[in-house]
């Protein structure tokens, strides 16, 4: 077991086991009905969780944050995450950061649904742009989002 990530405040700690993450977490909340609920929106990707931890699938891919920003991969981040929205709705991801989005060729997964839930659409707006406005800057978000509104 190697530990990737330790985030204390959170109390949350994930290893990478030889075919698997493993979140495990400090003071569970009801770990159970997480897990029903990525059940249902991301099948196949729990593999396994108990009263502590849950067990993920490594998804193939490269994280988005490696990937260069240019103005072409920002639409198709901002179009992803939209698609996304509404293909989980009334439940959203809740954290559109480009490390949480795995880019394998034209296939885009979104991984770490610790903050999944049901939000109103004014909070899902503002935490997206919020989210992308930090990974790609102010103007660029603006650009790409207007060019996406225009077609």
């Known amino acids: 077991m190697i530990l990737i990530k330790e985030t204390i405040v959170k109390g949350r700690t994930v290893f990478l086991l030889e075919d698997r993450y493993r979140k495990v977490w400090t003071n569970p909340d009801n770990i159970e009905a997480h897990v029903l609920v ?16 849950i067990d993920y699938k490594i998804v ?34 809740g954290d559109w950061v480009l490390s949480n989005i795995i880019v394998d060729g034209d296939t ?7 903050n999944v839930g049901c939000y109103s659409q004014f ?13 790609f800057g102010i103007e660029r978000f603006n650009r790409i989002k207007n060019d996406t509104a225009s077609v």
């Open 38 to 53: 990525l059940k249902r929106l991301m099948p196949g990707y729990i593999l396994d969780y108990g009263k502590d931890y």
């Open 60 to 93: 193939k891919g490269t994280p988005a944050s490696e990937i260069p920003h240019t103005d072409e991969f920002a639409r198709k981040i901002y179009n992803y995450c939209l698609r996304q929205i509404k293909e989980t709705a009334p439940w959203a991801h």
């Open 108 to 114: 885009m997964t979104m991984v770490d649904w610790d």
């Open 123 to 135: 909070e899902i707006k503002a935490k997206l742009e919020k989210d992308l406005v930090s990974a």
